[in-house]
C-alpha cells in the first residue's frame, strides 16, 4: 500500500455513499428524498471529482513517483468516476463513468478548472452550440 491508501480508501467510501443517496437507498446515512439539481453539481466535483484527480496528480508529480498499487488505482477510479455519475444526474443525465484518472488528470493540468474538466469528460451539460463566438 502506498501511502496514499488511507486517503484513497476514504474517497472511495464517501463516493460510494453519496452514490447511493442519489440512488435512494434508505440504508445510505446521506439519503435524501430530493433529485439533485444543477446546482449541486459543483458541490459533487469540488468535495469529490476534484480532491480524487489531485490526489493522483500529486502522487505521480513532486519528486518522486508514488507507485500506486492496481487497487488503489482502481478504487481512485472508481470514486472519481462516481461523484462524475453524481454530477452528471444533476443535470438529468445518467451516465455509467468509465474515465481514467490519468486523463482527468491531464484535462484538469491543462484547464486548471475542476467544472471545465467535468465537462470535457462527460460532455454535460452540453455546451451551447447556437451561441455565436466572442471576440
Known amino acids: 500500500m502506498s501511502r ?3 486517503r484513497i480508501a476514504a474517497l472511495a467510501r464517501r463516493a460510494e455513499r453519496e452514490r447511493a443517496a442519489l440512488d435512494g437507498d434508505d440504508r ?10 444543477p446546482g449541486d453539481a459543483d458541490a459533487y466535483l469540488r468535495d469529490g471529482v476534484g480532491p480524487a484527480v489531485w490526489l493522483y496528480v500529486e502522487g505521480r508529480t513532486g519528486g ?5 498499487t ?3 488505482l482502481a478504487a481512485l477510479e472508481t470514486a472519481m468516476n462516481r461523484w462524475l455519475e453524481c454530477y ?22 491543462e484547464t486548471r478548472n475542476v467544472v471545465d474538466t467535468a465537462q470535457l469528460l462527460t460532455r454535460v451539460p ?3 452550440r447556437a451561441s455565436p463566438p466572442t471576440g
Open 4 to 6: 496514499y491508501g488511507p
Open 126 to 128: 452540453e455546451r451551447d
Open 28 to 37: 445510505s446515512p446521506t439519503a435524501s428524498n430530493r433529485s439533485p439539481a
Open 70 to 72: 492496481e487497487a488503489e
Open 64 to 68: 518522486r513517483t508514488v507507485p500506486f
Open 88 to 109: 452528471t444526474r444533476c443535470h438529468g443525465v445518467d451516465l455509467e463513468a468509465a474515465f481514467t484518472v490519468r486523463e482527468a488528470a491531464e484535462l484538469l493540468l
